[in-house]
């Protein structure tokens, strides 16, 4: 493969750089809020409340 198959424009470099930190925020807040209900679940269990 040489250098002209291989180009990526530096719109694509931007934009796909912005829409991963996106996603990985994305997602660190989706295990965040899973913690966090996982954790109120215990609590409610350990101290009997369904």
Excluded: A, C, E, P
């Excluded at 930190?21 to 954790?39: A, E, G």
Aim: hydrophobic share 40%.
């Amino acid at each position: 493969m040489n250098k002209k198959d291989s180009y990526i424009s530096l719109h694509d470099k931007i934009f796909g750089h912005i829409r991963y930190w996106k996603d990985f925020l994305r997602m660190i807040n989706s295990v965040r809020i899973t913690f966090k209900n996982s954790s109120h679940i215990l609590i409610n269990t350990f101290q009997d409340k369904f």
